[in-house]
Nanobody, 122 residues
Framework: QVQLVESGGGLVRAGGSLRLSCTASGRIFSINAMEWYRQAPGKQRELVAGITSGGSTNTQDSVKGRFTISRDNAKNTVYLQMNSLKPEDTAVYYC????????????????WGQGTQVTVSS
């Protein structure tokens, strides 16, 4: 069984930094794209940043220059470094990944983590 587990959220003042981590665990697998989403109260979940297995990235315009996504394929982990945080970045942050069985290549499914709360005070 595959699980995505996030960590690193918390309370920080505006202008501060946090680093989120998301690690996939479970049966042997390979991962294609890994992404970070966020959902603020009363708003729809939105894509923040994504990274392919080859390291190509895309970042939402509102966080460009402040957030950086990276990954460690050997650890099946994706990171989101968040700098210059603003109150409007307050949300629950979720990681998402398409996971494959590395032996057969069979698609195992799209998985979500449980979310980690990020709160930025003004």
């Amino acid at each position: 069984q595959v699980q995505l587990v996030e960590s690193g959220g918390g309370l920080v003042r505006a202008g501060g930094s946090l680093r989120l981590s998301c690690t996939a665990s479970g049966r042997i697998f390979s991962i294609n794209a890994m992404e970070w989403y966020r959902q603020a109260p009363g708003k729809q979940r939105e894509l923040v940043a994504g990274i392919t297995s080859g390291g190509s990235t895309n970042t939402q315009d509102s966080v460009k220059g402040r957030f950086t996504i990276s990954r460690d394929n050997a650890k099946n982990t994706v990171y989101l470094q968040m700098n210059s945080l603003k109150p409007e970045d307050t949300a629950v942050y979720y990681c998402n990944a398409d996971i494959y069985d590395s032996a057969s290549g069979r698609y195992l499914g799209n998985y979500w983590g449980q979310g980690t709360q990020v709160t930025v005070s003004s």
